[in-house]
């Protein structure tokens, strides 16, 4: 995981994430780079309420923000 470069990576953790526990993310976050890991939060979802949840306030906040940031979209 320490030789990733040049690759923005995001983790967005779910605390009631049954498939990839806290546990996981968080030392997965621990071994990326500083200058590869640009984002860490941790939200009240289970695995599938990235898709089905009601509260999708973190995908606009997090998620967007992140695209904004790392895969603009060109004005032309």
Do not use: C
Request: hydrophobic letters at 40%; charged letters at 20%.
């Amino acid at each position: 995981m320490t030789k990733i470069q040049g690759v923005p990576i995001g983790i967005i953790a779910g605390t009631n994430d049954m498939l990839s526990t806290l546990e996981d993310t968080r030392w997965v976050s621990e071994l990326l780079r500083e200058d590869t890991l640009v984002h860490y939060s941790e939200h009240e979802l289970g695995h599938l309420s990235y898709f089905t949840a009601k509260d999708m306030s973190f995908f606009e906040v997090n998620v967007m923000d992140l695209f904004k940031k790392y895969h603009p979209i060109n004005a032309a």
